[in-house]
């Protein structure tokens, strides 16, 4: 299997953060423009399951940064427009994120990924999706883009234990994720995996069980999800029936600071604070502190004397 790790840079940080890694590469910022190019997904629309994951809301997990009902060459030429002004932005990374970035037909897919690549100063591609929604046109499709850009398939795992993965309805099991990893991995393809930390049922060592998996896979990056609650899906409901407790803040941190310990040092972190719209979200109204949280998992890690990949072997 070929690896595309970057040798990592020396950062103020005691993890690797995905723009340190970007930075380093491109030797400037770049800046995520998130896509909503129209995609459904297999486990709402009834190919899969019903009703699709217990998490899920109507947005797909999209942050609603751009009309969704503009082309995505609008959408990336939009977002170039104010990442430019308000930041200064020169550089960007055509991100799509709502809901199955891989649910189409592969004549399609090229049409939509090539078009969010209009602008000469988008220098990669990122495409959020599921495990069982790949192919081998697909893949080949995307690999065809790692000559000229930095390509990811960011895959939503969430968990490695089958029990969870059936109680969230999440529609495909542990190996089904390991196949399409392989196969991804197998042309090139960066990989960065999606994990929810405080799933309904799983102990601590649950949670870490399943970064220890993907450390042994030494996977190319990590993105952290905290359960929240968001208003119409499952987990709402069982939520006000007092069926889920979530992490409390030291708990969240104290898990995501073992995580960081388990991980190769070489392993992008993608995202360790801040989960979905603060405008609807139900619970927990702690992670709405996103720059908090992340300096108090500096602190943790410095209190330890530790750093990502201490305890990787």
Known sequence: MQESFYPRPVTNKRYYQFSEYLKNKFGK???KITLDAGFSCPNRDGTISSGG??????????????????????????????????????????????????????????????ASLCHKDVVGISIGTRPDCIDEQKLDLIASYTEKYETWIEYG?????????????????????????????????????????????????DMLQTIKALADLKVDGVKFHCLCIFPN?????MYEKGHIKLLEEDEYIDTACDCLELLPEKTTIHRLGGNGLQAIKVAPKWLNKKFEILNKIDRELEFRNSHQGSKFS
């Open 233 to 237: 899906t499952k987990l709402f409901n």
């Open 29 to 31: 910022k770049v800046y």
């Open 157 to 205: 795992l969430q968990s490695m234990h089958d029990k969870t993965l059936e109680f969230i309805n999440r529609g495909h099991d542990y190996k089904t994720f390991l196949k399409a990893y392989e196969m991804t991995k197998q042309r090139g393809i960066n990989v960065g995996v999606h994990v929810i930390l405080g799933l309904p049922n799983e102990t601590k060592e």
């Open 53 to 114: 994951c217990i998490f899920c809301d109507d947005g797909g997990s999209f942050s609603r940064a751009h009309d969704c009902h503009l082309p995505v060459e609008q959408q990336v030429l939009t977002g170039i427009e104010t990442l430019s002004s308000r930041f200064k932005a020169e550089k960007f990374m055509s991100y799509f994120q709502a809901y199955t970035n891989t649910y189409k037909p592969v004549e399609e897919l090229k049409q939509i990924y090539d």
